[in-house]
């Protein structure tokens, strides 16, 4: 018997989430990939912050990957595991030969535009379907990218003169 069985979503609407999982899923692997380039490849002045809060980054991001497979486990779907696939279903593409700190920086802001926007669709169908436990995942995840996203974007704004 499959979990779906036990969990009171309807088997389609089950299915579409799932999709919607694997397209995200695809895009987080994509990004992972990005950032621990990032990590390795930064250079500059803010070399010692950058490398560690790209290490934080891409140790987040491998954590939301799991969580992300075994939820569209959970929905009784098979996540996507081949690396060719997810660059075929991503919206974010390969980064290769960024070092420059603000380069970097606008791209990592650039995924997570694309990931933040991909989660609040998942919440919206989910919320639609009944899936509590998937809206519950993503309200928490939005929380903490959402906070990235403004610490990062304050690293690029011009400071404030006296």
Known sequence: MSVINFTGIKKEEAGAIVSKLGDLLANVQVFYANM???????KGKQFFTLHKQFEDQYDYLSD????????????GGTPENNFSQYLKISSIKEISALCCEDEIVKSLLDSYKIIIAKEREIV???????????????G???????KT???????LAVPCKA
């Not at 939301?64 to 929905?75: F, G, N």
């Not at 928490?140 to 959402?146: T, W």
């Open 140 to 146: 928490d995840y939005l929380e903490d990218q959402e």
């Open 36 to 42: 621990r380039g990032f990590h390795w490849n930064i």
């Open 64 to 75: 939301k990957i799991d969580e992300i497979a075994e939820r569209i486990l959970a929905l």
């Open 124 to 138: 919206s169908l989910a919320s639609d379907c009944n899936d509590e436990a998937t809206v519950n995942m993503f």
């Open 149 to 155: 996203v403004w610490m990062f974007d304050s690293f």
